[in-house]
């Protein structure tokens, strides 16, 4: 009863307790610790300055722009989790759920860097409130001692950790009310709009926005939730709300009671035109101790989550829980980077840096919803539904805004995450759960292939897309390797053969023949058709794969020394000539093989007009093998040799073959004329029109190498 089993594990992720490991609820395990996240050390300390830099209505605007980022990341993060088994890591989950470890590694590794330097960002906000309380305390054995306080508590517990957070969150409402109920007198210069003048707009957007990236404390604790997917939309969307308003009236407050310019050079502003001054400070220092504590419990969280998966460095340590479920390796690990930080970073820089961090983790998991929307998919099934344009609004706003903060260190930050992408790709990472990327692409491919279909296929785009039809796959790897060197690294190729028994060893041994090619990265399909006949299989198999986008425009054939199957491969040309498909017949010499794989003979005869797939096939081969094109022709009158030769040169100039291609005419019979060729390794000669197996067999007997016989579609062009 495994369907069972799994019904009752998908019961248990959705919405039961499933032990000691998910123990915290909606209020206690994400609105909590994403309000007092969200209302710490910017709130406090920076949001007056943005308001005297600013004005009023121009503070309102970079709130409601940046709660415009959260929220429609909030409203996509909501919609996601119903939909998917969130796990451990929060924003890392579902990127790496949806996109894959790669990329989920990619961006949740500066996530889960800009949650610990949050971390030391909120330390230094809670040293200068408390240097202000106690001038004489050096500023760094202060940060030291709050960072030791804060990685005792996260080391303990979680659970410890949000039951200090309740106290906190009522100190910070009433120094909330103590400055709304502020004593000071209206100021008489209300501004409305500021002249920003210690910056500029974008860069007191940058130092503000961290004060709203708290909506991720707690989907962080994904793994330790009772019902994720019901905790984290209510939770995180109910703590924007919140805090929005808060910050609005904040806003408000501090343009109307305090002048700008007190404003801009007094970070302690709404401690002095506060009621009661002593509580403000007690709400700086419980606001910026508990969105410190918010980060140091669920960065380790990220971090362990990321180690699960082998993404990073040491992830056997990094993984570790202990008895209780507490990550502490990571925990101790977060700790010493956050105190580093403290000791080379200052409260500004800090701000905007974690900014750009914050804006690429947002930016990504809206795409990754639109991505999902976008593609239509059943699988795609949230209880929690929002329009397209929200994930569409988020993902353009974050990108857009970090090029306006920062174009060069957007750029190296994109930079970053493509390299950890490839270092992770490296590494072979495998999601047992599944994404969504092969969905993705070939919704992306249908897509598209739905467009190029409205189009006609164009000569000038030709590239070698081959149908092989193999009898015997046991007898097909000297071919196949000389195939790669036609091919790569453009083209693709269609394997089938025919059988009626032993569907599956011959599955096996078909697909075992293609794996050198797969291994390459040669896109390659491969089928069995069940037929009696062979040559009925292959028909059915052009007829069908004529319908198709993606289809072949070459048929590679084989001729081999047994005459019995002349038959069946004259009857394919003739089936392929019909339905408009390149002809390439190669006969291998037992021999030589394909020599030394260098030089290239090209017999073209005068005013063929069947040469292009000859040349094209020929150009693959040069470029592949690194060796040298002959072009050869042969003519019975002497006198026609000037003008062969003019022939050939503007035929060299017009193909723009490679500057080692040398031209060859030869005078005489073309018997004589082969049994005297430049050495190569291959022979390409024009296929006849009326097809003899035995006459081609000849031609490569004579020339003592292997030979191609090629016939063009009609398709193909040389001269573009």
Known sequence: ???????????????????????????????????????????YLRLGWVVGNAGFLGAVLIILMAQTVTICTGLSMSSITTNIRIGAGGAYSIISKSLGLEAGGSVGIPFYISQTLSASLYI????????????????????????????????????????????????????????????????????????FEDTGFWQVFAIFFPAVTGIMAGANMSGELQRPRRAIPLGTMSAIGVTMVIYLGL????????????????????????????????????????????????????????????????????SARAADGEPRNATIFTGGVIIAAIFMGNLNSLAAFITMFFLIT??????????????????FRPTFRVPRIVPFIGAVSCFFIMFLINAAFSVVAMITIVALYLWL????????????????????????????????????????????????????SGPLFFIRSIAWPSGSIFAFTVRTDQIEETETELN?????????????????????DFLHGARLVIQTLKAGTFRPNTLFLTLGNDTRKDAVIEQLVAHAVRHRLGLIL???????????????????????????????????????????????????????????????????????LPSTTEIFIRIGGFQEAISNAPRADINIFGLPGELCPDHLRSITQTIKTSCLFVADSGQESAVV
């Open 586 to 656: 190669l006969h291998q010499y037992s021999r030589t093989g394909f020599g030394m794989q260098q030089d290239v003979n090209l017999w073209l005869r005068d005013e063929s007009p069947n040469w292009h797939l000859a040349m094209l096939i020929a150009l693959q081969l040069q470029m592949n093998w690194s060796g040298r094109i002959n072009l050869i022709t042969v003519t019975g009158d002497p006198e026609q040799e000037s003008r062969l030769q003019d022939f050939l040169e503007g035929l060299n100039d017009q193909v723009r």
């Open 1 to 43: 009863m495994d369907w069972l089993r799994d019904i009752r594990e998908r019961v248990a992720e959705m919405g039961q307790d499933t032990g000691e490991q998910r123990r915290f609820g909606t209020f206690a395990g994400v609105f909590t610790p994403d309000v007092l996240t969200i209302l710490g050390v910017i709130m």
């Open 251 to 318: 806003a408000y407050v501090t343009a109307r009671y305090i002048p700008s310019a007190e404003l801009r050079s007094n970070q302690m502003a709404l401690v002095d035109h506060s009621r009661w001054a002593p509580l403000v400070l007690a709400g700086i220092l419980a606001a910026t101790f508990s969105s410190a504590l918010g980060s140091m419990v669920g960065a380790p969280r990220v971090l362990q989550a990321l180690a699960q998966q082998r993404t990073v460095p040491f992830h056997r340590f990094f």
């Open 362 to 379: 947002y930016g990504t998991l809206n795409l990754v919803v639109f991505i999902q929307q976008s593609m239509r998919i059943i699988s």
């Open 124 to 195: 230094i906000g809670f040293t200068e409130g408390w240097i202000r309380i106690f001038p004489q305390h050096p500023a760094m054995a202060v940060s030291a001692a709050a960072w030791l306080i804060l990685l005792v508590i996260s080391y303990i517990s979680a659970r410890f950790a949000i039951r200090v957070q309740y106290t906190i969150m009522v100190i910070i409402g009433l120094s909330l009310l103590s400055v709304v109920l502020t004593p000071s007198q209206p100021n008489p210069e209300f501004v409305l709009v500021g002249n």
């Open 425 to 476: 790709t490296r590494r072979g990472l495998e999601n047992e759960g599944g994404d969504i990327r092969g969905g993705m692409l070939l919704a992306l491919a249908e897509r598209f292939s739905y467009m190029a279909s409205r189009f006609p296929r164009h000569h000038v785009s030709w590239k070698p897309d081959f149908l092989l039809p193999v009898d015997d796959p046991r007898v097909w």
């Open 512 to 532: 075992e023949l293609l794996r050198p090619l797969r291994e390459q990265k040669l896109p390659v399909s491969a089928t069995v058709i069940e037929d009696a």
